[in-house]
């Protein structure tokens, strides 16, 4: 699909719920990184590397003192991303929504219910107790502890979420990387201080973010999304740059080129020529 076909099919959904269930995914789990072939296990208790994990806990513990911070680590709580854009429209630098921005909105409810399911195998796997149910504490978001009580502690689906969050909105908005970073980092910090998880299940998923993220890039639909969504970003602003423009980050899937990198504009292509980054000859 072309950013101008992307742009305008979204356009006339604004007002239309972006589906949630597995036809949203740009890869099935399966198609996702395995961590448990190549992420270490988290410390085993008693450990000198769990040792980490405890102190992490009572620093977690102290910043709730904080009242700024503790508030903030409740209002990361959340998971769906219509309220995650809440929260990271102020570092992207302008609101994000269905409504407002359609195309960015669907490249990021796509991509994060996509790597979210890296934590799916580990989690199954690595059936970690979590920091309030070891020590059968209270937590900053207690609405939440009964159902999470038998829900695996590594890694932290949140922090997913967060970082994969923070890393898709810098592909779009470059300029604000830092501060988007800034949140994505915090975002899995909150879950330390909430007391929902060990920080190396936050480090954990900080990698597991990263691959998954990094699995996307080979997605031809994501691409295109990721495309509409950079062009959509560009109308509503006026920036455009070689980094950050739709024009830098058009897909193969979009084009089709020759052997020596120049693009093809007229049809019919003969001879050999590369698309969706594979070779014809035709």
Known sequence: MSVAAAMATLSTQAQTDISLDSEAMYFEIDDLPNAVNWLPAPP???STQFAYDLTQYMWGKGERLNEERAQQAIDNGVVDMEDMTVQFSKPFGMEISKEKTPCIFNVLNRGMLTV??????????????????????????????????????????????????ALLLCEINPDAQDELLALGYQWGQSRVIAGYHW???????????????????????????????????????????????????????????????????????????????KKFVK
């Open 44 to 46: 085993e208790p008693n």
């Open 116 to 165: 979210r399911l890296c934590a799916r195998k580990p989690k199954t796997a690595i059936t970690r107790l979590r920091p309030y149910v070891r020590y059968q504490e209270p937590t900053l978001i207690p609405g939440d502890e009964e159902t999470l009580r038998e829900n695996g502690s590594y890694p932290s689906g949140h922090a997913i979420r967060g970082w994969a969050t």
């Open 199 to 277: 920080q190396s299940d936050v480090d954990a998923a900080r990698l597991l973010a990263s691959a998954g993220y990094a699995r996307l890039h080979t997605n031809p639909d994501f691409l295109a999304d990721m495309a509409a969504a950079q062009a959509e970003y560009a109308q509503l602003t006026g920036k455009s740059s070689s980094v950050g423009s739709a024009k830098a980050a058009m897909p193969r899937s979009a084009a089709i080129y020759n052997l020596a990198g120049e693009q093809l504009n007229e049809e019919p292509h003969t001879g050999v020529y590369i698309q969706n980054a």
